[in-house]
């Protein structure tokens, strides 16, 4: 069975600042999909970022980064010039293989950004 | 563009009795996945269907069911609802093939009281 573990339950920074965040996972899976999803207070679910875990280049999306350690079983996510509306709930997820997928999420990191 | 849609957004419900759940998916998705979240919890995966067929299954409880009906619309039926399953109930779709993201809707809070 996969895990997806977040160590960091709350983190605050000041807007502007750079933020990372960070996620760990266990599988053996060889194939498989790793993302950032945003819950803000609303609940929605929003995806940040997604990576699929047979490139090797780092995901971009804007203001928003990865940092995918395939050997390490590591995916952090970088958030530059953090805005005010960039609070919220984040979770890191993994899906397996090919194909449509349950996803399986961390325990979820409160991000703060601070006026 | 068409998103995810679940009906109701809120429902409240006493112990022991039975709420259903309704979720549309994205057009010409063929995949639909429910999920629960607890209060401060993440998302738990409970159940997936594919083209109208069970194709995953979680951690639901004996008690609920869910099913895909024709139009590709699934329903989760909950039945004997107690205290602990007041949640967030989430509905994501998603295509089964080429990019598979799964897009969610904005979830229907359960509350049992």
């Known amino acids: 069975a996969q895990t997806v573990t977040q160590s960091q339950p709350e983190m605050s920074v000041q807007e502007a600042e750079t933020v990372t965040l960070s996620c760990t996972y266990d599988t053996s899976e060889s194939n498989y999909y790793l993302f950032w999803y945003k819950q803000p207070p609303s609940r929605q679910m929003i995806l940040v970022i997604r990576q699929e875990a047979y490139k090797q280049q780092n995901a971009t999306e804007n203001r928003f980064s990865v940092n995918f350690q395939k050997a390490a079983k590591s995916f952090s996510l970088k958030i530059s010039d953090s805005q005010l509306g960039d609070t919220a709930m984040y979770f890191c997820?993994?899906?397996?293989?090919?194909?449509?997928?349950?996803?399986?999420f961390g325990q979820g990191t409160r991000l703060t950004i601070n006026p | 563009a068409a998103g995810v849609i679940q009906s109701p957004r809120h429902l409240i419900k006493e112990k022991r009795e039975t709420a259903t759940l309704k979720c549309y998916p994205i057009p010409r998705h063929d995949t639909v996945y429910w999920y629960q979240q607890g209060p401060g919890q993440d998302p738990q995966f409970l159940i997936s269907f594919y083209e109208k067929m069970q194709s995953d299954k979680g951690s639901i409880p004996d008690r609920f069911s869910a099913q895909q009906f024709s139009d590709y619309h699934s329903e989760l039926n909950m039945s004997s609802l107690e205290l602990g399953d007041s949640a967030l109930y989430f509905c994501?779709?998603?295509?089964?093939?080429?990019?598979?993201?799964?897009?969610f809707g904005q979830g229907t809070r359960l509350t049992v009281v």
């Open positions: 994501a779709s998603s295509l089964s093939e080429g990019n598979t993201e799964a897009f």
């Open positions: 997820a993994f899906m397996k293989g090919w194909g449509a997928q349950k996803l399986v």
